[in-house]
């Protein structure tokens, strides 16, 4: 199993707070990504990472930054969250050849709930 | 619009029979594919892939089939088996120039294997 943890594994916020949830890697990889799974939705993209610094916008980014200050660490903040975003959250990695045939591995996700 | 579907929400196979999954996409510029199985309170694990220069790609139990000109792959898993019961995502990728940008999910197909 590729090496992800992400914290916590679950949370439950109020509307209006900020919420911030982490991915750690210890793979060394390159790409990191944000996605989010909804019921009749599959997962969409929040967010990617292509290395220390460099982020880019997915399918679903309003409502949602991040920061990727460390290799390992990818940080995926809400910076004030509203019921909409009532999700399971899931990090990936990629080992970042920039290819499109880089496959993908996720951590095992963040419950969130917003009330 | 949809990019990647999985027309069948659920299916039920036999234990020991084939299981047949379906995956259309439409999104000419898809160049890799990949399926995901999916338990309950985990993250996806990867499956299998396949390239658009292949037609064919099999491990083991499982083997993926991809029709380009009619923008279509499907998943056979033979024999099917108990721990295969799971939630079964199609994902795709696409070379965009400037790295890996994420992957386009299916909604999903739950497989139900029947004892």
């Known amino acids: 199993d590729a090496g992800i943890t992400q914290s916590p594994r679950h949370k439950v916020t109020e509307t209006g707070t900020p919420v911030t949830l982490r991915c750690h890697q210890t793979?060394?990889?390159?790409?990191m990504y944000w996605y989010r799974q909804d019921p009749g939705h599959g997962l969409r993209l929040i967010h990617y990472?292509?290395?220390?610094?460099?982020?880019d916008k997915g399918e679903v980014s309003d409502g949602y930054s991040v920061s990727r200050s460390k290799t390992e660490d990818f940080l995926l903040t809400l910076e004030s969250a509203t019921s909409s975003q009532t999700s399971v959250y899931f990090c990936?990695?990629?080992?970042?050849?920039?290819?499109?045939?880089?496959?993908?591995?996720f951590g095992p996700g963040t419950r969130l709930t917003v009330l | 619009d949809q990019q990647v579907k999985q027309n069948s929400p659920s299916l039920s196979v036999q234990e020991g029979r084939i299981s047949i999954l379906n995956c259309d996409y439409t999104?000419?510029?898809?160049?890799?594919f990949l399926w995901y199985k999916k338990y309950p309170a985990e993250g996806p694990t990867f499956l299998i892939s396949?390239?658009?220069?292949?037609d064919k790609n099999e491990d083991g139990r499982f083997t993926v089939f991809l029709n380009k000109s009619a923008k279509h792959l499907s998943l056979h898993i033979v024999p099917s088996q108990p721990g295969d019961s799971a939630v079964y995502f199609c994902?795709?990728?696409?070379?965009?120039?400037?790295?890996?940008?994420?992957?386009?999910f299916g909604k999903g197909t739950h497989l139900i294997i029947q004892p």
């Open positions: 999104n000419s510029m898809f160049d890799y």
């Open positions: 990936a990695i990629s080992a970042g050849t920039g290819l499109s045939t880089d496959t993908q591995y």
């Open positions: 990472s292509y290395g220390v610094k460099d982020t």
């Open positions: 396949i390239s658009s220069i292949k």
């Open positions: 793979e060394n990889h390159r790409y």
């Open positions: 994902a795709a990728s696409a070379y965009s120039g400037g790295g890996a940008d994420g992957l386009t």
